[in-house]
């Protein structure tokens, strides 16, 4: 099964937006809506940042939002923070078969 | 408190086998889903296996499917990846995570992995 595809890189300067872009199939991002983004800084374990395409788990700061359209999902992080950079991956359901299918992740840049 | 605790990596040779537990607390561990993910050095995530709450149902990634056995133990909160016919590229670090459903659908918490490495 294939990778969701990501922007290997994005940047930004502090206090800018940036959309990090995910697409999929019509089997994974666009036939459900379970996208979730999780953020890894170096080293550490991945956080969840957005569930169900544009949910937010408690805790989450709201400069971070999710969006879907057709196959392709999307992270927006506004108010860029330094300590928003990190890695990111988006994630889908895909049925049951396979099931669950990661993007190969986006490296974001806060310049 | 929430919380996943990976054990069982290590050195292992190309063709050999090694076994990953992960064991819970802080939950009702047999009404969740579990899944492993893994992450080569690196490398993005990878999901590898998931199992539901009361073992019945299992899914594989392809490139893990025939080598790779998902388990549980309700009653020791325990979960577990048999790893069969290990080939280089199965060198990561291995997360167990607990997946919300229902009509929702997400990871979360990530126990903090552990790291297999196939060398000869």
């Known amino acids: 099964q294939s990778a969701l595809t990501q922007p290997r890189s994005v940047s930004g300067s502090p206090g800018q937006s940036v959309t990090i872009s995910c697409t999929g199939t019509?089997?994974?991002?666009?036939?459900?809506?379970?996208v979730s983004w999780y953020q890894q800084h170096p080293g550490k374990v991945p956080k969840v940042m957005i569930y169900?395409?544009?949910k937010r788990p408690s805790g989450v700061p709201d400069r971070f939002s999710g969006s879907k359209s057709g196959n392709t999902a999307s992270l927006t992080i506004s108010g860029l923070q330094v300590e928003d950079e990190a890695d990111y991956y988006c994630c889908s359901y895909a049925g049951d078969y396979p099931r669950v299918v990661f993007g190969g992740g986006t490296k974001l840049t806060v310049l | 408190e929430v919380q996943l605790v990976e054990s069982g990596g290590g050195l292992v040779k190309p063709g050999g086998s090694l076994r990953l537990s992960c064991t819970a607390s802080?939950?009702?561990?047999?009404?969740?889903?579990m899944n492993w993910v893994r992450q080569a050095p690196g490398k993005g995530l990878e999901w590898v296996s998931s199992?539901?709450?009361?073992?019945?149902?299992?899914y594989y990634a392809d490139l893990m499917k025939g080598r790779f056995t998902i388990s549980r133990d309700n009653a020791k909160n325990s979960l577990f990846l048999q790893m069969d016919s290990l080939r280089a590229e199965d060198t990561a670090v291995y997360y167990c995570a607990r997946e919300i459903t229902g009509t929702t659908f997400w990871f979360d918490p990530w126990g903090r992995g552990t790291l297999v490495t196939v060398s000869s």
């Open positions: 802080g939950f009702t561990f047999s009404t969740y889903t």
């Open positions: 019509s089997s994974d991002v666009g036939g459900h809506n379970y």
């Open positions: 169900d395409v544009s």
């Open positions: 199992i539901s709450g009361t073992g019945t149902y299992t």
